[in-house]
């Protein structure tokens, strides 16, 4: 049933797309602009068992935003927009957030043809290989081993092929997802494999050369995304704000200017809210950007703690783009339906 689900709604994004009525309901339903999350840009999809963008749906991503009259712009030009009432074209500012080696190798070779600027956020400890990427071990366990025992969720799982893999791997990080509190219970596992985190980051993430050379592009704006990459939700005030300012105070030395945009390490209504748009603000931040998957309205000028971005997937097409990125998909496009 679900696979009959997600087919029929593929079918009516890609009628959507191809008719362009999407670029009537855009400015209907009052899209000012859009904030697109990346993550890792793969060329290898099967070996990293699907979990980023690939590389030619990004290229195609940029291509056809400019051809279908949206605007590339940086998030100060975003803000200049969303704060006025002057009409404008509608805006899409790209992001991508932890700092990914193939943020410089794959996506910046392609933002440089299309002079499309773009924004990364940086955990401190990424660049300092500190980090507990739990995710890229749980990766990496399912990608060396077709027998694996999970065992706090008590599952073990025979993947021998890539769609089991994938179909493990999924289970049990969105386990993860739905209690960010237990991730370390992972750590005897990670143990278990052999699977040393740091050579994960040293693998994947930019170091601090790479991270100097991304801040000297022209196109690019450095954002902080905190210094562990945990829930700040999880967190009591204190250390919320050590996260922030000890991640924006490292950034701004390492790259000897001012860092003032911020990405939540997991940015749904669970895992940041009120509390922490307030902390982000009062912090030195002019934004701070989540994942809650809808594009910008203009009441958000009004809440520049929260807001939404829209996370790409990598088996999307340029037709799902269209309907996310043009209300269709969101609460926005539900209300009017019943309304």
């Not at 309901?25 to 904030?35: D, E, N, Q, R, S």
């Not at 590389?55 to 195609?60: A, D, H, N």
């Not at 603000?281 to 000028?301: C, D, E, M, Y």
């Not at 809440?303 to 998909?329: F, K, Y």
Request: some cysteine; aromatic content about 10%; proline content about 4%.
């Amino acid at each position: 049933m679900g696979s009959i689900r997600s087919s029929l709604k593929s079918c009516v994004f890609q009628a959507l797309h191809a008719s362009g009525v999407t670029r009537i309901l855009a400015p209907a339903f009052g899209v000012k602009g859009v904030i697109l999350l990346f993550h890792e840009i793969q060329d290898d999809l099967d070996g990293e068992l699907w979990t980023g963008c690939p590389t030619s749906l990004f290229e195609r991503c940029v291509h056809w935003l400019k051809s279908a009259g949206w605007d590339i712009v940086s998030l100060e030009e975003a803000l200049r927009r969303l704060a006025s009432d002057e009409p404008s074209k509608r805006f899409a500012v790209i992001t991508f957030d932890d700092g990914y080696r193939d943020n410089l190798t794959r996506a910046l070779p392609i933002l440089r043809r299309a002079q499309a600027p773009f924004t990364i956020y940086i955990p401190t400890n990424a660049v300092t290989r500190e980090l507990y990427a739990w995710w890229l071990g749980l990766r990496e366990i399912f990608r060396k081993n077709d027998e694996v025992d999970i065992a706090p969720i008590g599952s073990s799982f025979w993947c021998p092929d890539l769609a089991s893999k994938r179909k493990a791997l999924s289970k049990v990080t969105l386990w993860a997802l739905s209690n960010l509190r237990r991730i370390d219970e992972f750590r005897p596992i990670f143990s278990h494999y052999d699977i040393s985190l740091q050579t994960l980051c040293d693998r994947y993430f930019i170091n601090e050369a790479e991270l100097q050379i991304l801040a000297n592009d022209p196109l690019a704006t450095i954002g902080a995304h905190s210094v562990t990459h945990r829930a700040l939700a999880t967190l009591d005030t204190k250390e919320v704000r050590r996260e922030l300012i000890d991640n924006r105070t490292y950034l701004q030395s390492c790259l000897n200017r001012e860092v003032i945009h911020l990405a939540y390490p997991f940015g749904n209504p669970d895992t940041c809210g009120p509390r922490e748009a307030d902390l982000a603000l009062k912090a030195g931040f002019a934004t701070a950007v989540t994942t809650s998957n809808q594009p910008i309205l203009s009441w958000h000028r009004k809440n520049l703690g929260l807001l939404p971005r829209v996370s790409i997937h990598a088996h999307w097409t340029l037709a799902h783009l269209d309907a996310e990125i043009s209300g269709v998909t969101s609460a926005n496009f539900r209300s009017h339906l019943r309304g």
